[in-house]
């Protein structure tokens, strides 16, 4: 029978670390202060939010350096039971933390650079804009440090429902319904999200996740049904948050009807939360079910990679929009590669952490040239045939672009994206994954296709159409967008080994 300790009176002590919750109280104030500013600022002025907001990241990314031993934690309690000396806490700044929060403020920065452009170029309201990308980063760079339940479902929602109102900022039409497509199946997931962690909590009495990971395995036979219908519909509500196959269907129309920052910023900065929350989740509270859970992320892995390729080999380049999807139906592939090291870690706990530190290494290689490649759309346009020739009229973004393109398709000379993505095999392989390793690499020679057909219309003799697109001088903000991004990748291209080094904390120690 298992038995709950009931706290003593006097014995719950919360201690706060403000250092430790720094980088996302930095954008939480900030975001406050954009929205009162916003208030008093004549429209001649409203450029200085924008760049308030990129200030922000760059201070928010700044304050990761104090913590980079990676062992702080606040908000902890103890029951006064034996045993229990240290308590649990709700928010732990440690390496795998701190990796995905350098993932999203590094995302943030980049995605507040190329809205810099954007929000003139769309006239999107930029009070409103700032507000709602601070307030939805904070969200995503509490997430990854949350130890309970509670505390992630509200970091989840809290980088949710700010990006529903970005999505519906576009002005042409289409960003109301796609927001509504968005809003709809968000909802669904965190209600069945919820379902679960309120399962789970009445079959082991505890929303932290040291303390579930701890109660699963001595819960009473009458409450093991509950036990384990919770873990399935609470890894479901996260797994949707990813894009993962069968619940991506909301991500074409979606990235497709935002303004461009916004969907890049979901596909990389909102899928960073989600990964986040489902690495925690899983390998922290839930390893007492690692084979069933790491079965079922394993198929549920292929079926995204394979379900994500397909959609983007569909797109025709004359579409509208059609730069866009294929990148949206991208990242629903890539998000099949970035659940792969999950799985793994269900198989072997001894070898979780290096699993995760896979996952973080890919994610951090898949959101530089995303977002890079994301920044070029916004350049180059959101049709595909608008890349034709873009090499004759401009060199620079074009030899970025195909950059990005080979990184996202693992070829040389994106020594990085080669690197994610054999580290990503390799943790299909030691976790005994052999058919999972098997349909990856099938995967990765299909969306050669996609990636070098688009590389390719780079180089191509230009259409007489989009010859006089050369005279337009390129905004700096997205200049500076792309030449970090391309710097960045050309940087671990060299260094490769630095990523996984940083992702397993080593760089951090």
Request: glycine share 10%.
């Amino acid at each position: 029978m298992l038995n709950i300790a009931v706290p003593a009176p006097g014995s719950l002590i919360q201690s706060i670390d403000w250092l430790a919750v720094a980088p996302p109280l930095v954008l939480a104030a900030l975001a406050l202060v954009v929205l009162v500013a916003d208030l008093f600022l004549p429209p001649a002025r409203k450029a200085v939010l924008g760049w308030l907001s990129v200030a922000g990241f760059v201070a928010a990314l700044a304050l990761l350096l104090p913590l980079r031993d990676g062992h702080r934690s606040t908000f902890c309690t103890k029951t006064g039971a034996v045993g229990d000396a240290l308590g649990s806490c709700s928010y732990v700044a440690d390496h795998f933390a701190l990796a995905f929060q350098l993932l999203v403020l590094a995302g943030g920065l980049l995605v507040a650079l190329l809205s810099l452009f954007s929000v003139d170029e769309d006239r999107l309201p930029a009070g409103e804009f700032w507000f709602l990308l601070l307030a939805s980063a904070c969200g995503a760079a509490l997430l990854p440090a949350c130890r309970d339940l509670a505390s992630l479902v509200v970091a989840l929602e809290l980088t949710s429902l700010p990006a529903f109102a970005l999505v519906a900022l576009r002005r042409d039409g289409r960003g109301g319904e796609a927001a509504l497509k968005f809003f709809l199946s968000s909802v669904t997931a965190t209600a069945v999200t919820l379902l679960g962690v309120s399962f789970v909590y009445a079959a082991t009495g505890s929303l932290y996740l040291d303390r579930i990971a701890v109660a699963l395995p001595h819960v009473q036979p009458q409450l093991q049904t509950l036990a384990a219908v919770g873990t399935v519909l609470t890894l479901v509500g996260f797994a949707f948050k990813t894009a993962a196959a069968p619940f991506h269907f909301w991500v074409p129309d979606t990235y497709a009807g935002a303004p461009v920052p916004v969907a890049a910023y979901l596909s990389v900065v909102g899928k960073a939360a989600g990964l986040a929350g489902l690495a925690a989740i899983a390998v922290l509270g839930f390893h007492s079910y690692g084979r069933d859970w790491g079965t079922a992320l394993a198929v549920l892995a292929a079926l995204t990679m394979t379900i994500g390729n397909v959609g983007a080999l569909r797109q025709r380049a004359d579409a509208p929009q059609s730069a866009v999807r294929l990148l949206a139906w991208s990242s629903v592939a890539q998000a099949g590669y970035l659940l792969v090291p999950i799985a793994a870690a269900g198989f072997d706990r001894g070898a979780g952490a290096g699993a995760i530190g896979s996952t973080v290494a890919f994610g951090l290689i898949y959101g530089l040239v995303n977002l890079g490649a994301f920044a070029v759309v916004m350049l180059g346009g959101t049709r595909l045939d608008a890349y034709q020739g873009l090499f004759a009229r401009r060199p620079a973004v074009a030899l970025a672009m195909a950059f990005f393109l080979l990184n996202l398709a693992g070829l040389p000379p994106g020594v990085v994206g080669l690197f994610g993505k054999v580290v990503v095999f390799r943790a299909a392989v030691d976790a005994g994954l052999g058919w999972l390793a098997v349909i990856m690499a099938v995967n990765v020679v299909v969306a050669l296709y996609y990636y070098l057909t688009w590389t390719a219309k780079l180089f191509q003799p230009a259409a007489p159409s989009e010859a006089p697109a050369s005279s337009r001088p390129l905004p700096t903000a997205l200049t500076v967008a792309v030449a970090l991004a391309t710097v960045l990748g050309v940087a671990l291209s060299i260094a490769p080994q630095v990523v996984l080094q940083l992702a397993s904390g080593s760089l951090f120690g």
